[in-house]
Protein backbone atom coordinates (compact mmCIF):
# COMPACT_ATOMS: atom_id res chain seq x y z
CA UNK A 1 0.00 0.00 0.00
CA UNK A 2 0.91 3.50 -1.15
CA UNK A 3 1.53 6.02 1.60
CA UNK A 4 1.22 9.53 -0.02
CA UNK A 5 3.42 12.53 0.41
CA UNK A 6 1.10 14.56 1.90
CA UNK A 7 -0.07 11.97 4.42
CA UNK A 8 3.57 11.27 5.55
CA UNK A 9 4.64 14.75 5.78
CA UNK A 10 1.56 15.51 8.26
CA UNK A 11 2.67 12.81 10.25
CA UNK A 12 6.05 13.90 10.88
CA UNK A 13 4.97 17.25 11.50
CA UNK A 14 1.84 15.56 14.27
CA UNK A 15 4.32 13.78 16.15
CA UNK A 16 6.94 15.34 17.50
CA UNK A 17 4.59 18.42 17.96
CA UNK A 18 2.38 16.08 20.25
CA UNK A 19 5.56 15.27 21.78
CA UNK A 20 6.74 18.49 22.73
CA UNK A 21 2.82 19.37 23.65
CA UNK A 22 2.75 16.65 26.34
CA UNK A 23 6.31 17.15 27.83
CA UNK A 24 5.16 20.98 28.18
CA UNK A 25 2.00 19.90 30.08
CA UNK A 26 3.28 17.51 31.93
CA UNK A 27 6.06 19.90 33.38
CA UNK A 28 9.26 18.25 32.24
CA UNK A 29 10.99 21.34 30.83
CA UNK A 30 10.26 23.66 34.66
CA UNK A 31 13.23 25.12 36.06
CA UNK A 32 13.55 23.03 39.07
CA UNK A 33 15.20 26.44 40.56
CA UNK A 34 12.05 28.18 40.53
CA UNK A 35 10.47 27.71 43.96
CA UNK A 36 6.95 28.68 42.63
CA UNK A 37 6.95 25.48 40.38
CA UNK A 38 4.33 22.87 41.36
CA UNK A 39 5.38 19.50 42.64
CA UNK A 40 2.38 18.28 42.23
CA UNK A 41 2.83 14.86 40.50
CA UNK A 42 1.22 13.01 37.44
CA UNK A 43 0.19 9.91 37.12
CA UNK A 44 -1.47 8.24 34.13
CA UNK A 45 -5.16 8.40 35.17
CA UNK A 46 -4.64 12.08 34.97
CA UNK A 47 -3.52 12.57 31.17
CA UNK A 48 -7.10 12.52 30.10
CA UNK A 49 -7.97 15.54 32.06
CA UNK A 50 -4.60 17.43 31.15
CA UNK A 51 -6.09 16.61 27.55
CA UNK A 52 -9.67 17.60 28.14
CA UNK A 53 -9.00 20.88 29.71
CA UNK A 54 -6.48 21.94 27.20
CA UNK A 55 -8.89 21.37 24.73
CA UNK A 56 -11.26 23.22 26.11
CA UNK A 57 -9.51 26.09 27.10
CA UNK A 58 -6.45 26.17 25.48
CA UNK A 59 -5.25 30.22 25.81
CA UNK A 60 -5.82 29.62 29.36
CA UNK A 61 -2.54 28.07 29.43
CA UNK A 62 0.26 29.81 30.81
CA UNK A 63 0.92 32.64 33.24
CA UNK A 64 -1.87 35.27 34.51
CA UNK A 65 -0.55 38.53 36.66
CA UNK A 66 -2.63 40.79 38.81
CA UNK A 67 -2.54 44.48 38.94
CA UNK A 68 -0.21 45.28 41.88
CA UNK A 69 -2.53 46.64 44.99
CA UNK A 70 -1.45 47.25 48.24
CA UNK A 71 -2.09 44.52 51.19
CA UNK A 72 -2.61 45.28 54.97
CA UNK A 73 -0.93 42.27 55.33
CA UNK A 74 3.23 42.86 56.31
CA UNK A 75 2.15 46.59 55.06
CA UNK A 76 3.26 45.60 51.57
CA UNK A 77 2.23 45.51 47.66
CA UNK A 78 0.63 42.40 46.72
CA UNK A 79 0.62 40.56 43.27
CA UNK A 80 -1.03 37.32 42.73
CA UNK A 81 -0.20 35.12 40.21
CA UNK A 82 -2.00 31.94 38.44
CA UNK A 83 -0.27 29.63 36.25
CA UNK A 84 -1.93 26.57 34.10
CA UNK A 85 -0.24 23.70 32.62
CA UNK A 86 -2.94 20.92 31.74
CA UNK A 87 -4.41 20.00 35.38
CA UNK A 88 -2.11 21.20 37.47
CA UNK A 89 -2.18 25.27 38.14
CA UNK A 90 -0.31 27.53 40.86
CA UNK A 91 -1.61 30.25 42.55
CA UNK A 92 1.16 32.55 43.87
CA UNK A 93 0.89 35.37 46.05
CA UNK A 94 4.03 38.14 45.87
CA UNK A 95 4.45 40.47 48.78
CA UNK A 96 6.67 43.29 48.11
CA UNK A 97 8.02 45.30 51.31
CA UNK A 98 9.36 48.37 49.43
CA UNK A 99 9.91 52.48 49.79
CA UNK A 100 8.28 52.89 46.11
CA UNK A 101 5.54 50.77 47.22
CA UNK A 102 5.19 48.96 43.51
CA UNK A 103 5.60 45.27 42.76
CA UNK A 104 8.65 45.45 41.13
CA UNK A 105 12.02 43.40 41.28
CA UNK A 106 12.07 40.48 43.47
CA UNK A 107 9.37 40.18 46.33
CA UNK A 108 9.88 40.13 49.99
CA UNK A 109 7.59 37.12 50.59
CA UNK A 110 5.58 34.26 48.29
CA UNK A 111 3.12 32.27 49.03
CA UNK A 112 2.21 29.34 47.08
CA UNK A 113 -0.70 27.06 46.61
CA UNK A 114 -0.47 24.50 44.21
CA UNK A 115 -2.81 21.80 43.08
CA UNK A 116 -5.03 19.92 40.07
CA UNK A 117 -8.18 22.03 38.65
CA UNK A 118 -10.86 20.48 36.04
CA UNK A 119 -12.54 22.62 33.73
CA UNK A 120 -16.46 21.85 33.60
CA UNK A 121 -19.07 22.88 31.46
CA UNK A 122 -20.04 26.34 29.55
CA UNK A 123 -21.51 29.08 31.86
CA UNK A 124 -23.99 30.36 29.21
CA UNK A 125 -25.24 33.02 31.45
CA UNK A 126 -22.25 34.59 32.85
CA UNK A 127 -20.92 33.64 29.01
CA UNK A 128 -17.93 32.13 31.34
CA UNK A 129 -16.64 28.29 32.10
CA UNK A 130 -16.98 26.78 35.43
CA UNK A 131 -14.30 25.14 37.03
CA UNK A 132 -13.43 22.68 40.11
CA UNK A 133 -9.70 23.66 41.83
CA UNK A 134 -8.65 21.25 44.63
CA UNK A 135 -5.67 22.90 46.45
CA UNK A 136 -3.07 20.29 47.73
CA UNK A 137 0.08 22.00 49.26
CA UNK A 138 0.93 25.58 50.37
CA UNK A 139 4.09 26.90 50.89
CA UNK A 140 5.58 30.12 52.31
CA UNK A 141 8.95 31.48 51.11
CA UNK A 142 10.92 34.47 52.18
CA UNK A 143 13.31 36.33 49.95
CA UNK A 144 14.99 38.88 51.98
CA UNK A 145 15.67 40.33 54.76
CA UNK A 146 12.20 42.50 54.98
CA UNK A 147 10.91 39.21 54.47
CA UNK A 148 12.38 37.52 57.15
CA UNK A 149 11.92 39.88 59.57
CA UNK A 150 7.97 40.32 59.22
CA UNK A 151 7.50 36.52 58.99
CA UNK A 152 9.99 36.16 62.21
CA UNK A 153 8.21 39.25 63.87
CA UNK A 154 4.73 37.33 63.70
CA UNK A 155 6.68 34.06 64.17
CA UNK A 156 4.32 33.19 60.95
CA UNK A 157 2.59 30.00 60.60
CA UNK A 158 4.01 28.95 63.93
CA UNK A 159 8.33 29.13 62.32
CA UNK A 160 10.33 31.16 64.11
CA UNK A 161 13.52 31.16 62.57
CA UNK A 162 12.39 31.93 59.08
CA UNK A 163 15.47 32.00 56.35
CA UNK A 164 16.08 33.53 53.15
CA UNK A 165 15.39 31.25 50.37
CA UNK A 166 13.94 28.61 52.67
CA UNK A 167 10.86 26.96 51.03
CA UNK A 168 8.56 25.84 54.24
CA UNK A 169 5.28 24.03 53.56
CA UNK A 170 2.58 24.81 55.24
CA UNK A 171 0.35 22.92 54.25
CA UNK A 172 -2.93 23.10 56.97
CA UNK A 173 -1.51 25.70 59.21
CA UNK A 174 -3.45 28.77 57.29
CA UNK A 175 -6.77 30.39 58.34
CA UNK A 176 -5.41 32.33 61.61
CA UNK A 177 -3.63 35.18 62.38
CA UNK A 178 -0.52 33.82 62.46
CA UNK A 179 -0.85 32.29 59.35
CA UNK A 180 -3.15 34.38 57.25
CA UNK A 181 -3.43 32.14 54.20
CA UNK A 182 -5.90 30.09 52.89
CA UNK A 183 -6.41 26.76 54.71
CA UNK A 184 -6.00 23.40 52.83
CA UNK A 185 -6.27 21.08 51.19
CA UNK A 186 -9.65 22.09 50.09
CA UNK A 187 -11.52 22.78 46.96
CA UNK A 188 -12.73 25.81 45.50
CA UNK A 189 -15.91 26.01 42.96
CA UNK A 190 -15.33 28.65 40.56
CA UNK A 191 -16.20 30.10 37.07
CA UNK A 192 -13.58 31.44 34.62
CA UNK A 193 -13.86 34.11 32.17
CA UNK A 194 -11.17 34.60 29.42
CA UNK A 195 -11.69 37.79 27.32
CA UNK A 196 -8.56 37.74 24.60
CA UNK A 197 -5.67 38.35 27.16
CA UNK A 198 -7.87 38.92 30.37
CA UNK A 199 -9.18 36.59 32.55
CA UNK A 200 -11.55 36.93 35.60
CA UNK A 201 -12.89 34.63 38.35
CA UNK A 202 -16.25 34.69 40.28
CA UNK A 203 -17.16 37.21 42.83
CA UNK A 204 -17.66 36.19 46.28
CA UNK A 205 -17.80 37.67 49.86
CA UNK A 206 -16.37 36.14 53.19
CA UNK A 207 -13.84 35.38 54.92
CA UNK A 208 -10.17 36.25 52.59
CA UNK A 209 -9.07 33.28 54.53
CA UNK A 210 -11.78 30.72 52.46
CA UNK A 211 -12.92 29.46 49.41
CA UNK A 212 -16.85 30.02 48.44
CA UNK A 213 -18.84 27.22 49.33
CA UNK A 214 -20.77 27.41 46.12
CA UNK A 215 -20.04 28.59 42.74
CA UNK A 216 -20.39 32.07 42.12
CA UNK A 217 -22.61 33.50 40.19
CA UNK A 218 -21.40 37.19 39.35
CA UNK A 219 -18.27 37.92 37.47
CA UNK A 220 -15.34 39.75 39.66
CA UNK A 221 -14.74 42.70 37.67
CA UNK A 222 -12.54 44.35 39.95
CA UNK A 223 -9.62 42.20 40.48
CA UNK A 224 -8.45 40.83 36.35
CA UNK A 225 -5.63 38.84 35.56
CA UNK A 226 -3.69 40.13 32.34
CA UNK A 227 -1.92 36.92 30.29
CA UNK A 228 2.00 37.40 30.88
Known amino acids: MMISNTT?????????????SLTVGCGWFKDKKDDESPEVARDES??????????????????????????KLF?????NVFKF?????????R??????????GE???????????????????LDARDADFEYKKSYVTAHGD???????????CGVDNWKK??????????????????????????????????LSFGEFTGSSWDFPHKRPTHIDKKNVFQKD
Not at 9 to 15: A, C, N, T, V
Not at 75 to 79: E, G, I, M, P, R
Request: proline residues 2%; charged residues 30%; negative net charge.
Open 165 to 198: HHKEEVTSKGGSLDCPIFKIPKERIDILKIDGDK
Open 46 to 71: QTKDWLENTGKESHLMGSWKSECAGS
Open 95 to 104: YYINDEGNCD
Open 8 to 20: FSLKKFMIPTLLA
Open 107 to 125: SAITVLYEGNFKLKDKNTD
Open 75 to 79: KAHKQ
Open 146 to 156: KGVDALNAIKS
Open 85 to 93: EGDIFTHVE
